[in-house]
């Protein structure tokens, strides 16, 4: 029969659709996790160079490095610390455009899965009359 | 401001009305973790800042003892009590002596008040929102009763 055929193809279509929606949903929702994380190490570093700009220019400033503590010049450390400020408000506007992205396609998803959902229960409707 | 809020809490189906409720509820719990985060940070702060303060009242060349591990203490002398590495983070420290130690410390803590203050504003905001869609929800959810049986 013609109908069933097709409403299986729906069906078989609709499953594909389901599947790629949700896994976009992951991909947001890890999206959102390492945004996170990105956002506490900008506040973090943010607060260590307003420390090391109050520092007059003869202060020691030693870097953790494993177990040990090593002398660092201070300009050194403040260019380090604003070299990572940077790179990581790049890396966040990154993961803004490509969650935009996915998020435009995330809405894509949902309605080709309600056209298909709509098209099954006319197909339904049709063969409960016929 | 109350009354706007309820009233377009009264426009929605019961199932927004669960959606607003359970994202409400959500938020209000993270900003309460937020919370807590920050006055472990700040009781933190504190005791450091005391501890500068018991350090500053000791002479120097003070015996002492020293923790290795929590049950493992080394005799040692105590060689400079104005000189302290206090760290700002990120792997970063910073040598300080006694009363700019003293000034990070109150710093800190008085921008950790701050922030709370504000939090605690958003937080109070949230869960009066949130308890306003329960109690219209549950209204909802009386008048449907009814009609159903």
Do not use: W
Request: with cysteine; net charge positive; hydrophobic share 35%.
């Amino acid at each position: 029969m013609g109908s069933s055929s097709a409403l299986r193809e729906l069906q078989r279509e609709l499953e594909t659709k389901t599947n790629d929606h949700s896994k976009i949903q992951k991909d947001i929702s890890k999206n959102h996790q390492v945004r996170k994380k990105y956002t506490i190490q900008l506040g973090e570093n943010e607060l260590v160079l307003k420390e090391l700009d109050l520092l007059s220019d003869d202060a020691n400033v030693f870097k953790l490095i494993g177990p040990v503590l090593v002398k660092q010049d201070l300009a050194e450390a403040r260019a380090n610390v604003r070299k990572r400020i940077e790179y990581i408000t790049a890396e966040l506007k990154r993961l803004d455009a490509t969650l935009q992205d996915m998020e435009e396609k995330q809405n894509s998803k949902k309605e080709a899965i309600f056209k298909i959902q709509q098209r099954i229960q006319s197909l339904q409707a049709g063969k409960a009359k016929a | 401001m109350e009354k706007t809020v309820r009233a377009e809490m009264e426009k929605l189906s019961v199932e927004q009305l669960k959606a607003v409720k359970e994202q409400t509820d959500l938020e209000v719990n993270l900003l309460q973790d937020s919370l807590n985060n920050i006055r472990t940070a700040t009781t933190r702060l504190e005791l450091a800042s005391s501890a500068l303060h018991d350090l500053s009242l000791r002479p120097q060349g003070k015996k002492m003892l020293v923790p290795l591990t929590a049950s493992l203490y080394v005799p040692g002398t105590l060689q400079d009590p104005d000189q302290v590495l206090v760290d700002v983070g990120t792997g970063y420290f910073i040598e300080k002596n006694m009363p700019q130690a003293k000034d990070y410390c109150d710093r800190k803590i008085s921008l950790l008040k701050s922030n709370f203050e504000q939090l605690v504003e958003v937080a109070s905001k949230k869960k009066s929102i949130s308890d306003e869609a329960g109690l219209v929800l549950q209204a909802k959810l009386k008048q449907l009763a009814p009609a159903a049986q």
